[in-house]
């Protein structure tokens, strides 16, 4: 009975640290990197730019998953795929890199996430930081920003979460000066 409880209890504990980045545009810098090593498992919506980026997250980050986005090379769009569905803990996530938004997802995903939705849809592309829930399909969709250098964006930013079995919380907005 000890021993039971003893796993409810290690079991109830598991909580994964996400650090959730995009459109790094082959940039990437301590800063980025001091967090990624902080994370248990890193997250890359597309357009990673150059594979030296991908590589330096990987040095320091225990799991990295990435999906390549539309300024990605041959290089990264055979290392990493278009999308990438897995889960997390218990948290069915979707990552793409054009994805759109709730009301408004771009048309290549628009059918599939309405008929095998995930709890957790990611997407890039648009350099705006978003987070948002969609009440119709019930899901959380998040879009990071950019953390790179190229762009309209005037802040860089990253977004950094738990998952613990299927709850998705303290989700941290990271901002950096251009």
Known sequence: MKYRNFIVFLLAKIVRKI?????????????????????????????IGDIRVSEAIKSTAPVF????????????????????????????VWITHIGGYPGKYAPAVKEEIKKNTPKLFICGHSHILKVMNDKKLHLLHMNPGAVGMYGFHKVRTLLRFEINRESIQNLEVIEFQR
């Open 65 to 92: 998953r990435a999906v390549y986005g539309n300024i990605d090379g041959t290089e990264i769009r055979k290392e990493y795929p278009l999308h990438q569905r897995f889960f997390c803990e218990e948290v069915d």
């Open 19 to 47: 650090l959730l980045l995009s459109d790094t545009h082959s940039y990437i810098d301590e800063r980025i990197l001091e967090y990624a090593s902080q994370a248990d498992e890193v997250w890359h919506a597309g357009d």
